[in-house]
């Protein structure tokens, strides 16, 4: 018999309705998976049982009297940068540690809205500013395949969970691909929405104009699913779209066919690891072969994204964290004089990454170096928005690699921070654009960890990206899990 835990959240609906199991065996089975999985993985912060199993209970009793909504007793995961009423909160950061929101960030509403069963928060790079959670002040998250290596970052928590079973799915955020580089580095599918299609209001912000909360599951349906219950306008958060949304799951059946799909030529060259190029190519011949027009064009600012984005990423994290100075909530340390206060609180409060991107953003920020840096950059990211509507004018779609490797070691990278950032060379443009773009897993690599395929669409576009996505899963029939495969327990 399958255990509950490896069910795809629709094969967990269907059950539900027909009553073959109920939201607390659900919740039970995910619960158990977190048992055995989290002294190897330390992915969840804070797990609610309490809470968890009142919103099943609750599912229980409304799937009784005919609730249908899609998400009504399902066990979902949330990032630890999403405000959850009543629920502990950190960012990752020690400058956090204890904070108990008194409100749900409109996302996290929306999810109870929908009947979901909020399990707990997942682990995430500290403030969601690294690329493998290895920079949690809790430790970091380890990836079920090998655990040995990292998930990915910075959402990696929401992309192991999903991975292993301890939650059927899990949302994150995507500043420069923090969702959709840990779901290719855990075989599960990560989607980033069109900027403004989720609300950000409650989502403890790193760089306001790039951040977007978007979906973690095993398949492209899920993904779906998950992004249409927390999609659409929000009066709360002025950057969010006022307008329909974007019918995302009505062409999931449609195929490929007539389709212009363009395969970007910065992102297929050098830099890219063998056997990923591999994997990439044979997606491309198998959409190809379902009907779809295959072309190779340029986006020639890309090659600048990643100088821009480092610029307007700390740039904007240095505003945004000026808010934790010990005076109003989170830690304080005592000083003498409250600049001193200040100080301590923000030296012992944030990790050595935090720092580096603060001071990084506040440089590019001061007077005399501005215009060099930060306005440079912002030209930049409107040569990129142009770069990528040309290139929608000759195609529907653009593909290319979400990774450049597989999952690599935990502390191979953390000397060296450039290399490090390297590993988002796929994902940050569509940030910089503000576009949407997914990841779906196609295959494993040569060390049997996964691949994923990135497939990225003009703003408001999900509607056909997740058509694309949706053929490539069909063409790639990816149905390996994580088997937790591991050498010794790890204690977080």
Request: include cysteine.
């Amino acid at each position: 018999m399958t255990d509950l835990a490896d069910l795809t959240i629709a094969q967990a609906r269907a059950g539900l309705r027909d009553g073959s199991f109920t939201s607390i065996d659900l919740l039970d089975a995910a619960q158990r998976r977190a048992a055995v999985s989290e002294p190897h993985l330390h992915a969840y912060l804070t797990i609610d049982r309490e809470g968890a199993r009142e919103a099943a209970v609750a599912a229980d009793r409304s799937i009784a009297d005919g609730d249908t909504r899609p998400l009504v007793g399902i066990p979902i995961a949330l990032k630890d940068n999403m405000v959850t009423k009543g629920v502990e909160t950190t960012a990752g950061s020690q400058i956090l540690a204890g904070w108990t929101p008194p409100y749900d960030g409109t996302a996290v509403r929306r999810l109870r809205e929908a009947g979901a069963v909020i399990v707990g928060k997942t682990n995430l790079d500290e403030f969601a500013m690294g690329s493998s959670t290895e920079n949690s002040a809790y430790g970091p998250t380890r990836n079920p395949w090998n655990t040995d290596t990292v998930p990915g970052g910075s959402s990696g928590g929401s992309a192991a969970v999903v991975a292993v079973g301890s939650a059927l799915g899990a949302f994150g955020s995507d500043t420069g691909g923090s969702i959709r580089q840990p779901a290719s580095l855990t075989g599960t599918v990560g989607a980033k929405p069109t900027y403004g299609l989720v609300s950000r209001y409650g989502l403890i912000a790193f760089a306001s104009s790039l951040d977007q909360i978007g979906p973690i599951a095993q398949t492209v349906p899920d993904a779906a699913t998950l992004l249409e219950a927390v999609a659409g306008w929000d009066p709360l958060d002025a950057t969010s779209f006022h307008g329909d949304v974007p019918a995302i799951s009505r062409s999931l059946d449609a195929g490929v066919g007539g389709l212009r799909i363009g395969v970007v030529r910065e992102l297929v060259g050098s830099g890219i690891e063998p056997d990923v190029l591999g994997a990439t190519q044979a997606t491309i011949d198998r959409l190809a072969d379902a009907g779809a027009d295959v072309v190779e064009l340029s986006v020639p600012a890309i090659e600048y994204a990643l100088s821009a984005y480092y610029l307007i990423a700390p740039a904007e994290c240095s505003s945004n964290l000026a808010r934790f100075d010990g005076v109003r909530y989170g830690l304080r340390v005592d000083g003498a004089t409250t600049e001193e206060m200040m100080a301590k609180t923000r030296a012992d409060g944030f990790g050595p990454e935090v720092i580096r991107r603060i001071l990084l953003g506040t440089y590019a920020l001061s007077a005399g170096y501005y215009d060099a840096f930060y306005g440079q950059s912002q030209r930049v990211r409107t040569l990129l928005r142009r770069d990528f509507a040309a290139a929608y004018d000759q195609v529907d779609v653009l593909v290319s690699p979400t990774s450049p490797s597989t999952a690599f070691e935990i502390g191979s990278k953390t000397a060296d921070p450039y290399t490090m950032y390297l590993s988002d060379i796929c994902t940050i443009a569509t940030n910089l654009a503000g576009d949407p773009a997914i990841s779906v897993p196609v295959g494993l690599g040569n060390d049997r960890l996964p691949i994923g395929f990135q497939i990225m669409a003009p703003a408001l576009g999900e509607e056909v990206m997740f058509r694309v996505a949706a053929e490539v899963e069909r063409g790639a029939a990816f149905v390996e899990r994580a088997q937790l495969a591991t050498s010794e327990v790890v204690t977080p």
